[in-house]
């Protein structure tokens, strides 16, 4: 599907899937995230719904990305301090959906089937939507898109 260009602002991290590290890092990523009220103070918002992007691919999934965790938003014209800003480019996705307990893994066992999978990926930007039916945790849907060469 044909997704078009959309801005995000949040906080991110640089990490890898060597080693496991990115276990950690993604982790403490949503603590700061929801301990430090990050959505609530990013402006011009469109929803509610929290998106993880994972972009600046150095290669491929095996090697370092960034990951960040925000907000879709009208504009990046105010980003405000130690947040970043980042426009999503019209892209052509494969949507997979995670659903079951937020606890047990779901979406971690959703992207080691996409890591397995011989999609075309483009390792542009990739996304998670936890939106409206991602609230309740112990039954959520979170939608997860890949960006895939045509």
Not at 23 to 36: N, Y
Not at 82 to 92: D, L, N, Q, S
Request: proline share 3%; with cysteine; charged share 25%.
């Amino acid at each position: 599907m044909d997704i078009q260009k959309f801005n995000i602002i949040g906080i991110s991290i640089r990490t890898t899937n060597e080693n496991e590290q990115s276990g950690k890092d993604i982790p403490a990523l949503w603590d700061r995230f929801i301990s430090e009220g990050i959505a609530e103070k990013i402006p011009n918002k469109i929803n509610h719904s929290i998106y993880s992007v994972y972009t600046d691919y150095e290669k491929d999934h095996t090697k370092p990305y960034t990951t960040i965790l925000g907000c879709a938003v009208e504009s990046l014209d105010l980003i405000p301090e130690e947040m970043v800003g980042i426009t999503i480019e019209t892209a052509y996705y494969e949507k997979f959906i995670a659903k079951g307990n937020l606890n047990d893994g779901i979406v971690i066992n959703e992207w080691i089937k996409i890591w397995n999978s011989d999609l075309n990926r483009s390792f542009t930007s990739d996304f998670e939507i936890y939106g409206e039916k991602a609230q309740n945790p112990e039954n959520a849907e979170v939608d997860i898109f890949i960006a895939i060469n045509r």
